[in-house]
């Protein structure tokens, strides 16, 4: 019998949360168990999708299977627009009835066809060159009793926000955000049926700059992808008897100028209030609004967004407030973000009010010369009616301090608070243990993930670069995907990735790419993102999906890495980024790290064609694998005789180097990886337990030290409080990741270099040995479907604990040291398993469920005492 308190989640459709509007026609399925059972399993599951406006309905009927995860969908291709409502239940192991059905989701499709447009771009007659002020669109239309449903389908060549009758659509923002634009655009689909009335009524868009055609990179140039901003706008009207009527842009639509007169993702937003009309959306005579043109842009595809929309997330108040002098407040609000400030303020017609953006201060003031030529500068200017507010549209900042300039009065609290925007992405994983110090690097971490994904999966979001670095992503992916379920971001980015591979396997140093002063090349650790990241998703997220649509990338990424061998089988020369941001490197020239960086690049050749075997196994593809294990062979074999002497020293006698040789499996056998390991711990111990590694060796250093038997040294690099090391910014008071290990320096100083952002996460890939080694919780099957705990306690910790939302449910491991005992609590997911190996003791395979073990234990600094044969359960 099934237990009266088990339930089935309502299904999850891909990684939607909100399934409107989406591209797939035969989308995945997700579901998760609550259930009391211990070592509860699923035998079977039924899928039943009822047709919400047709008699399209379907039942899977029982299917034999314990997947629950991205099922495939078991009906007939959605059609564009259908709606269905789609439910599930399932059958435990041991259960003969089944749980009861869950709650349906309701699926609606986009439009999936390029024949279901019929609108067409529209934008201003205006044609001045640089960065324009945002307009206004409009047109009026009317509508019959008898409206069931409206849905309004929109983007833009540029970025925009839509009104109807007045009223805010949607609350996405920056939409339609940054894709390879002449590969796809993506489109937002919107439910309008309760902002329509009978009668009257009234569309129109705000439509700005953005990444089409505003100045950015930092050779600040503009137009990238046009010379003019367009938008679409298609908005249809179902009726009670079946009849539908269409809303488009085209020829009858008009446009003005806005009250936004300067718009730059870079350089701010400035609103004057006065020239506000706040009826414009509003059915009725406007005066002064000219026709518009239609346009043809070059843009690719018109796609249904794969991941979440950008969102105000949060709202953040300031700490402090100094008064600098009449009008003029420096604020602080204690957390270095991404987003903007909103004002409440009210005064005389025409003040002008200023906010500036900073991360960090100089004297007192704010800091902007690591913005470079971002202004970050936004201005309000007052209409004098009443209580105004305020928030920019088509700008975000990076920043912690603002200065406020020009403010009527006093400024109180609540008046100014900074909006956090940032990809809408459920948190899914934290960390937490006795050390304060590591609990603030875990949160400066998170927060350095929240200032970058803003559409793209950026480096910084302050200056003038925000550009998505394959490299960065390359490293932080497993770490991203703990902390969030970012895996629709980072899965829609990688289309990206994939449209601008070229055939010749150059993978772009940022996409989507722009052309800037920085050459592209074949640069190991960076291209090798299209190897990496997919089985990243399939592992930590169970989707094959990314791997699939992404193989072939993956393939001519490693052929183009192949041509580059000499006839010694190492990669030897041409450009490399290499250890970009080995701690000693001069400040103005990042890439001339320590290690070789022709090592680099052949040891990740080797680690890329050996995951494009596995890559190729899992789809299939027996051939390709054997093909690339041999390619990796003989190029191990190459490494080995150009980098690697018989007893395993490196020619780069580094922390980067030993952390390949160790991570990578580059040595021959055990005395050479014993004699490397030993290496890589006597070159910690004699930096004083100071990092040595940039972005090659960073995310690889520690499991190099605790896999090769030196846990504790892996604790004390961690741990080091001294510059440059992961604590050292925590200890000047950083709340982000910074891109350089002194970014500030110790004598509080800024780093003199031309680079310098106190918000990247590439070196908080860190975070990722956290979690599964000192918390102990680790995947070991897709999407955590079984589990490693395997917690090691170290470093002087007491506790430790990991919880991570999983796609099965909630995953969870906790330590206590309590005197020479190690207490420890492991939570399994319905429908999973997991493995538990404890210090001194043997493992035990457990099923889900709760659980609580005990070994007898000692820290390396304890006396010796005799553990027990397994761990103890109880």
């Not at 137009?223 to 367009?230: F, K, L, M, V």
């Not at 500036?356 to 970050?376: K, S, W, Y």
């Not at 055990?670 to 090659?696: C, K, M, Y």
């Amino acid at each position: 019998m099934t237990s009266h308190n088990s339930l089935v989640s309502a299904p999850r459709v891909e990684q939607h949360t909100e399934p409107l509007g989406i591209g797939e026609r035969t989308p995945r399925l997700s579901w998760q168990v609550q259930t009391g059972a211990r070592g509860w399993r699923q035998r079977a599951y039924e899928i039943e999708a009822i047709g919400a406006d047709s008699d399209r309905s379907w039942c899977s009927g029982r299917v034999e299977s314990s997947d629950s995860v991205l099922v495939p969908w078991p009906g007939p291709p959605l059609q564009s627009r259908e709606r269905v409502d789609v439910r599930v239940r399932v059958w435990g192991l041991d259960e003969s009835d089944p749980m009861p059905w869950s709650e349906p989701t309701t699926v609606e499709a986009g439009l999936l066809d390029p024949d279901d447009w019929t609108a067409t771009f529209v934008g201003s007659t205006e044609e001045s060159d640089g960065d324009r002020p945002p307009v206004l669109l409009r047109r009026e239309f009317a509508v019959r009793d008898g409206l069931v449903r409206a849905r309004a389908y929109a983007t833009a060549c540029g970025v925009y926000e839509l009104e109807i009758n007045g009223a805010r659509v949607g609350n996405e923002v920056l939409a339609p955000g940054w894709t390879s634009y002449s590969h796809r655009l993506r489109y937002q689909t919107y439910d309008v049926t309760d902002l329509i009335r009978p009668g009257a009524n009234a569309v129109g868009g705000w439509l700005a700059d953005g990444w089409w055609r505003g100045s950015y990179g930092w050779n600040r140039v503009g137009e990238r992808y046009g010379a003019r901003t367009g938008l679409t706008v298609q908005l249809e009207l179902t009726y009670d008897d079946g009849s539908v009527d269409t809303v488009v842009t085209d020829r009858t639509w008009t446009w003005t100028t806005s009250p936004i007169t300067r718009a730059s993702i870079y350089d701010g937003e400035r609103y004057d209030a006065r020239l506000a009309d706040p009826d414009w959306s509003r059915p009725g005579s406007v005066a002064g609004w000219s026709s518009v043109d239609e346009l043809t842009p070059n843009v690719g595809a018109l796609v249904a967004p794969i991941g979440p929309p950008v969102r105000r997330i949060e709202e953040v108040l300031p700490v402090a407030a100094t008064r600098l002098d009449d009008g003029t407040y420096l604020l602080d609000f204690g957390q270095n973000l991404a987003g903007r400030l909103r004002l409440r303020v009210s005064g005389p017609a025409g003040t002008t009010v200023g906010l500036r953006h900073a991360e960090v201060l100089e004297n007192g003031r704010l800091c902007t010369r690591p913005i470079r030529t971002a202004a970050a500068h936004d201005e309000y200017v007052l209409s004098g009616v009443g209580v105004e507010t305020w928030e920019p549209r088509f700008t975000y900042h990076g920043f912690r301090y603002a200065e406020v300039s020009g403010w009527p009065g006093d400024l109180e609290r609540g008046d100014v608070v900074a909006v956090v925007c940032h990809d809408d992405m459920a948190p899914a994983g934290e960390f937490t243990c006795s050390d304060p110090l590591l609990r603030r690097l875990h949160e400066n971490v998170r927060w350095s993930m929240r200032g970058n994904f803003v559409s793209v999966p950026t480096d910084c979001p302050q200056r003038d670069e925000r550009l998505g670095w394959t490299g960065d992503l390359q490293v932080f992916a497993p770490t991203a995907a703990y902390l969030y379920d970012s895996t629709g971001s980072i899965a829609d980015w990688l289309a990206d990735v994939d449209a601008e591979t070229g055939p010749d396997g150059l993978v772009p140093l940022y996409v989507p790419h722009i052309e800037t002063s920085f050459p592209q090349f074949h640069c190991a650790v960076w291209g090798d993102a299209t190897t990496v990241v997919p089985l990243v998703l399939l592992e930590r997220a169970g989707d094959l999906g990314p791997l699939t649509s992404g193989y072939e990338t993956a393939r001519a990424w490693v052929e183009g890495c192949r041509r580059l061998l000499d006839e010694r089988n190492v990669i030897s020369a041409g450009l490399q980024l290499g250890d970009w941001l080995d701690p000693a490197a001069p400040a103005d020239r990042p890439q001339e790290a320590r290690t070789d960086p022709y090592l680099v690049a052949t040891a990740y050749l080797v680690h890329s064609a050996r995951l494009l075997a596995r890559q190729a196994d899992l789809i299939g593809k027996t051939d390709d694998a054997a093909e690339y294990r041999d390619l990796a062979d003989r190029v191990a074999a190459g490494f080995r005789r150009e980098f690697v002497t018989g007893s395993g020293r490196c020619v780069s006698d580094t922390q980067t180097a030993y952390a390949l040789l160790l991570c990578f499996d580059l040595l021959d056998d055990a005395a050479q990886r014993r004699h490397a390991g030993d290496r890589l711990a006597r070159l910690v111990r004699d930096a004083e337990f100071r990092i040595g590694t940039g972005f090659a060796g960073t995310p690889l250093v520690l499991d190099a030290l605790s896999e090769s038997g030196h846990l504790e040294e892996a604790y004390r690099l961690l741990l080091e409080k001294g510059c440059p090391s992961w604590l050292y910014p925590v200890t000047m008071g950083a709340t982000t990741i910074w891109e350089r290990w002194d970014s500030l320096l110790p004598d509080g100083t800024v780093n003199p270099g031309n680079m310098t952002s106190f918000n990247h996460y590439a070196l908080g890939a860190v975070a990722d040995w956290m979690h599964r080694v000192v918390a102990g919780l680790a995947p070991a099957a897709p999407g955590y479907r079984s589990m490693l705990v395997r917690p090691q306690p170290g470093g002087g910790l007491t506790w430790a604990a990991a919880r991570h939302r999983t796609p099965y449910g909630l995953a969870a491991v906790s330590w206590r040291r309590e005197g020479t005992t190690l207490r420890v609590e492991v939570s399994v997911p319905p429908g999973c398993d997991a493995t538990v190996a404890l210090p001194g003791a043997g493992t035990v395979p457990v099923d889900a469920g709760h659980h609580m073990f005990e070994v007898a234990y000692r820290a390396a600094h304890d006396d010796p005492i005799e553990p027990l044969p397994a761990p103890h359960r109880f």
